[in-house]
């Protein structure tokens, strides 16, 4: 049985923003809200270059990166065609307007660092 941790009432996210999770160990997660008051959470990092998903602008049940504009889908964490890659997902459980997180995930998912980036720019040589 998941273990579930208390992060923020629904209406303390900004409607088509987020609200940032910071996490003991590693990146810190973003949790959007969309404006038929969905919830997701992705971690804040975006799988083109690290941009902080979190500072985005949620449209629809996307988000667009604030660094390059690649939008990234709030259920499953990929970027929209033609743009590819996935950040991780996060469970969300929202019971009588509480948002709260998966403890274990919290805990273990998607500490290591970033993988190198994806896309059309990270096609260079060494030190590109
Ligand atoms: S870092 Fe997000 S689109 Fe480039």
Request: include cysteine; glycine fraction near 12%; charged fraction near 20%.
């Amino acid at each position: 049985m998941s273990e579930w941790v208390t992060i923020c009432r629904v209406e303390d996210i900004p409607r088509l923003g987020a609200r940032r999770v910071a996490r003991d160990v590693g990146a810190a997660v973003a949790v959007f809200r969309t404006a038929d008051d969905g919830v997701f959470a992705l971690l804040d990092r975006c799988p083109h270059k690290g941009g902080p998903l979190s500072q985005g602008i949620v449209f629809g049940h996307s988000v667009a990166c604030p660094l390059h504009n690649w939008a990234i889908g709030l259920d499953d964490g990929c970027a929209r065609a033609p743009d590819e890659g996935c950040t991780p997902r996060f469970a969300v459980r929202v019971e009588a307007g509480v948002v709260a997180l998966d403890a274990a995930e919290l805990r273990t998912l998607a500490l290591a660092p970033p993988a190198a980036p994806t896309g059309a720019c990270s096609a260079g040589g060494a030190g590109a």
